[in-house]
């Protein structure tokens, strides 16, 4: 059974910094592009940011410049660094690791994080 867990959530003030990390287990994902996710309530769930399986980056153009994320495919961990942190980042993080295989296309999600940045 595949399981993406998050961890490195938690409260911190504007300005300051997190680190998230996203340990999978269940399946191997060095070939699969992983990202992390977040979700305000009632908005929908937004990019952050996303590493491929090659190591090229992307980011959401609110994120940019501040977070950086990395992955260590001998941990089978993608991390999410996370600096200048504003109170508008203040979310559920969620992990999202996705590919094909054999079988077809494939999708997993972590069960999110909190985080919460105060002004």
């Known amino acids: 059974q595949v399981h993406l867990v998050e961890s490195g959530g938690g409260s911190v003030q504007a300005g300051g910094s997190l680190r998230l990390s996203c340990a999978a287990s269940?399946?191997?994902?060095?070939?699969?592009?992983m990202g992390w996710y977040r979700q305000v309530p009632g908005k929908e769930r937004e990019l952050v940011a996303v590493i491929t399986s090659g190591g090229s980056t992307m980011y959401a153009d609110s994120v940019k410049g501040r977070f950086s994320i990395s992955r260590d495919n001998a941990k089978n961990t993608v991390y999410l660094e996370m600096n200048s942190l504003k109170f508008e980042d203040t979310a559920v993080y969620y992990c999202n690791a996705a590919g094909r295989d054999y079988l077809g296309s494939y999708e997993y999600w972590g069960q999110g994080t909190h985080i919460t940045v105060s002004s």
């Open positions: 269940g399946r191997r994902f060095r070939g699969s592009a």
